[in-house]
């Protein structure tokens, strides 16, 4: 098969890790026999200091045209420390995720057997974890009005949502609870927020045309302790934009590591996959940056966009296989040896 997919590398650590996902596709795509061509673009801050945007017209077009979207992550330090600089990468992401209708995040969480001695959370508790975290990501707080009154004394972002926002997301969250364990846990907080209000009753009156998915609400603070006690009692779980955000990175610390958490991008006009980790800044150009996040969300490329699990299986089997066998950059080395990014990536090219 032929594939165009959209290369959006980005700030900090993306574009390296972004080459690692670009050598692990192309090494897929030669055993399987297909053609990929890549169609690099700008995004965040690089996308500033080139065109005066994050996320300029010409890279929607090529974003647009593509069959996937690849992304690597955006952020700078020069915009996080200047919270008054008016264009920022982060808008380039929220831009990018409206204007390709991007609004269901598929984030999951499992273990690794071969680092579960390696979390900070006890074995027993994370043993087994696989549980699917389903964002909702073009609504809620992050896309409300927001500003400043008051002389600039007072600052607001609204949290909007409408019924439909909620609909289109809890029915993918129906739909996957029925390919899974039929479970589906809706986390809000409806006793303190309207919007939370909103998308319980929109759930529940969902619930009669999925009469066999078993559903469950919980309040988001009781899933943010639930989650790291008794990860092993949650299988599909939807929620709103900030409280998935905020949720999946404390998730990470199941996995083992924010370098090793891919996530797809589901929507209206396009499939984006992209690792849920930030460009990192720290580690920019350090060759140090975990580039599995990347190369897990391109094999989440091939299994949902493209529909070709073997070949998402053949890059989930090299990453298993070096993370068993200690091929890790310094997040998961524990004292032992650390390969740099690109050795780990040559590595997983290889053993394709
Ligand atoms: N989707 C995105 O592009 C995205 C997401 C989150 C944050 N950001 C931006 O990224 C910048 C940095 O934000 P942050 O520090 O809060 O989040 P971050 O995810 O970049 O880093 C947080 C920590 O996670 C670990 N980490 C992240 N990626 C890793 C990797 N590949 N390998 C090993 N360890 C890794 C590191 O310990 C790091 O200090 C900011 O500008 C922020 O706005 C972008």
């Not at 795509?29 to 996308?47: E, M, N, Q, R």
């Not at 945007?53 to 929607?60: A, K, L, Q, R």
């Not at 006793?191 to 209000?197: D, P, Y």
């Not at 990470?252 to 090793?260: A, K, P």
């Amino acid at each position: 098969m032929k594939f165009n997919i959209a290369l959006l590398a980005g700030d900090g650590i993306g574009p390296e890790v972004i080459d690692q996902a670009v050598k692990v596709s192309d090494a897929v795509a030669k055993k399987f026999g297909h053609d990929i061509t890549w169609k690099p673009a700008l995004t965040g801050a690089a996308a500033i200091d080139a065109v005066g945007e994050p996320y300029p017209d010409s890279t929607h077009d090529v974003c647009v045209a593509a069959d996937a979207v690849l992304f690597g992550a955006i952020g700078h330090p020069r915009y996080d420390n200047d919270p008054s600089a008016k264009v920022r990468p982060e808008q380039g992401l929220l831009k990018m995720r409206k204007k390709l209708g991007l609004f269901a995040n598929v984030r999951p969480t499992f273990t690794f057997p071969s680092l579960l001695d390696k979390s900070p959370l006890k074995q027993e508790r994370i043993e087994g974890t696989d549980l699917v975290f389903l964002r909702e990501l073009t609504g809620g707080i992050y896309f409300g009005e927001k500003g400043r009154r008051d002389n600039g004394e007072t600052a607001f972002d609204n949290c909007v949502y409408t019924r439909a926002e909620v609909q289109r997301l809890a029915k993918k969250g129906f739909e996957l609870a029925m390919t899974r364990s039929k479970k589906l846990c809706c986390v809000d907080k409806a006793n303190v927020l309207e919007t939370s209000r909103l998308w319980r009753e929109t759930v529940q009156a969902m619930e009669k045309d999925y009469p066999e998915v078993e559903v469950s609400y919980e309040f988001v603070d009781a899933v943010a302790m639930r989650l790291v006690q008794w990860p092993n009692s949650y299988d599909v779980l939807i929620t709103e934009n900030l409280f998935g955000d905020i949720l999946t990175d404390e998730a990470s610390v199941i996995s083992g590591s924010m370098g090793l958490m891919p996530s797809a991008s589901m929507g209206t006009d396009a499939a984006l996959f992209e690792p849920i980790h930030g460009s990192y800044p720290q580690a920019t150009g350090l060759n140090i940056a975990n580039p599995m996040a990347t190369v897990l969300s391109a094999a989440m490329m091939f299994e949902t966009a493209f529909n070709l699990p073997e070949e998402g299986k053949a890059i989930r089997n090299a990453v298993n296989k070096a993370l068993a066998e200690g091929i890790v950059t310094e997040d998961l080395a524990d004292g032992g040896k650390a390969y740099g990014t690109k050795e780990v990536g040559d590595w997983l090219a290889a053993n394709i």
